[in-house]
């Protein structure tokens, strides 16, 4: 069992940065890979990206491809997001999830843990 917690959402401004962290606990994460989502009212659950057990490879999609960076340190249980030049459109409630599939996978019901979310919200 692996439990997840998300922190580092907030209100910035265009062209601003955050850095959101994925914090873990129980057994094993770093056998975990861990992806990033996100979710706006409405609408379902958008892959961003995910890195692998040992942080050795990545995969971003192109929306943020660029912009955001994904890193990890195991010694800390933490995977981070780093966000650069943001734009309005990455407003949402951002999530963390762990996986053991061994391959990159953009699909929510991959993912047997989640964290519970937090809020990035972007102004104009």
């Known amino acids: 069992q692996v439990q997840l917690v998300e922190s580092g959402g907030g209100l910035v401004q265009a062209g601003d940065s955050l850095r959101l962290s994925c914090a873990a606990s129980g057994r094993a994460f770093n056998t975990y890979s861990v992806g990033w989502f996100r979710q706006t009212p409405g609408n379902e659950r958008e892959f961003v990206g995910e890195i692998d057990w040992n942080g050795q490879s990545s995969y971003l999609t192109d929306s943020v491809e660029g912009r955001f960076t994904l890193s990890r340190d195991n010694a800390k249980n933490t995977v981070y997001l780093e966000m650069n030049s943001l734009k309005p459109e990455d407003t949402a409630v951002y999530y963390c999830?762990?996986?053991?599939?061994?391959?990159?996978?953009?699909?929510?019901?991959?993912?047997?843990?989640w964290g519970q979310g937090t809020q990035v919200t972007v102004s104009s």
């Open positions: 999830a762990a996986t053991a599939r061994p391959y990159f996978t953009a699909t929510p019901e991959h993912y047997a843990f």
